[in-house]
């Protein structure tokens, strides 16, 4: 087996593992702080939630630039097994937070030593032929979506048996697992640029913002996040107000986080590879808009039925948004600066993430759950008018492939 596909194999069922460890608690958010902290007003649940989820994703989106920085340095799989082996102590101690700000704290500590998930997209896309990254991430991010939807079901039945603390624990363990299983699994044959053609993060930033379609791409990227981050600290709530006082409200929170993820996975790989053949960013396009018109719906719905059906059909839209974007962004980067590129990418995803959830739920607590819907669906159409004037409108500024 080529060495390029077989590191994607194993990065694909490693990143399954750390994702499906992560969403065993993250999505259930709400429920621990209402839980473990005593917090029982909304407003204060869903305001929360939001600072201690994207806290996370603040210092990420600070230190993500000099993570990439290094990779391009010193290699791509040594920033992911740093991440990885510091990720799962910080994750098991979380488990005994005594505090809310004790939990913030540590969230933000996670968010400074992260970064698996964008050190393995830069490791495939530096190996893998550009006719295939299409494909190549379409497959990882099936993968990683895929564990998305076991941890939540895994969560929702381990909560009644071990609490939500213990589960902190098991997600510890299982991403040192992951991290052990690409220690000696995936090889790079990283050879490092001479001394005099290293650059600066003043140099980089200089480099990188002075591309045409770099600084494009980063924006969708923060939309894409943002949006789609906003709903996260509603969701469980939102699923009780749909039940009344009746029913498991973190089993069927899994429900719904899995069938989106189905869809996902079933969808990702495929519309990858029709961007690899007809161009990514008609993808991207087309999945945006689809995306932006099934969020409307959602927050009109009386049953909890309902929503997972929509989830579901939102799932298969969302399959071409980051692979379709992390294509892009490696058609438009020269091989030596591929770390540095996805580390300033990330930044923004970070960015988006944290903008999402905080924005997202101090709008539930002071509007109304049901209008964060409607503020998530207007900003994925605002981006896909923006991919539009970009690569489509603007014939000549932006090709694929320059």
């Known amino acids: 087996m080529e060495p390029w596909r077989r590191n994607l194999y194993v990065l694909c069922g490693a990143l399954f593992i750390v994702m499906m460890a992560m969403s065993m608690i993250m999505p259930f958010l709400p429920l621990y702080i209402q839980r473990d902290f005593g917090v029982e007003d909304p407003h204060q649940v869903t305001a929360w939630a939001g600072v201690i989820f994207g806290a996370n994703f603040l210092t990420a989106g600070l230190v993500s630039p000099i993570w990439g920085n290094l990779a391009d340095k010193y290699g791509r799989k040594i920033m992911i097994l740093r991440s990885g082996y510091f990720m799962s102590v910080i994750i098991a101690a979380t488990g005994f937070a005594s505090s809310l700000w004790m939990l913030l704290g540590l969230r933000l500590l996670n968010g400074m030593v992260g970064g698996i998930i964008p050190a393995s997209t830069a490791l495939v896309a530096s190996s893998a032929p550009k006719e295939q990254i299409g494909w190549a991430q379409g497959l990882l991010q099936s993968f990683i979506t895929a564990g998305s939807i076991m941890g939540p079901l895994f969560g929702g039945l381990l909560e009644p048996r ?84 009746a029913g498991n409200v973190a089993l069927w929170a899994g429900v719904v986080q899995a069938a989106m993820g189905t869809a996902n996975v079933l969808a990702a790989p495929h519309l990858g590879r029709f961007g690899d053949r007809f161009g990514s960013q008609k993808v991207l396009l087309g999945c945006l808009l689809i995306a932006g018109i099934l969020f409307i719906p959602q927050g009109m719905v009386s049953a909890v039925w309902q929503l997972v059906l929509l989830r579901f059909l939102l799932g298969l839209s969302l399959g071409g948004l980051l692979p379709s974007v992390n294509a892009l962004l490696r058609r438009a980067t020269p091989s030596h600066m591929v770390s540095r590129v996805y580390g300033y990418n990330n930044s923004f995803v970070s960015i988006g993430s944290m903008l999402g959830p905080m924005i997202g739920g101090f709008l539930a607590g002071y509007v109304s759950i049901n209008g964060v819907f409607y503020m998530t669906s207007a900003f994925l159409l605002i981006n896909a008018g923006w991919v539009y004037f970009s690569y489509f409108r603007k014939k000549g500024v932006l090709q694929e492939g320059t």
């Open 162 to 245: 071990i609490g939500f603390r213990m589960i902190f624990v098991v997600t510890g363990s299982l991403i040192l697992l992951a991290t052990l299983i690409i220690t000696y699994t995936v090889k790079e044959n990283f050879v490092p640029p001479p001394a005099k053609e290293r650059t600066s993060l003043r140099d980089d930033f200089r480099m990188i913002f002075s591309s045409k379609e770099l600084p494009v791409l980063f924006f969708v990227t923060v939309m894409i996040q943002f949006a789609l981050f906003s709903i996260i600290p509603i969701l469980p709530i939102y699923i009780g107000i749909l039940l009344g006082s």
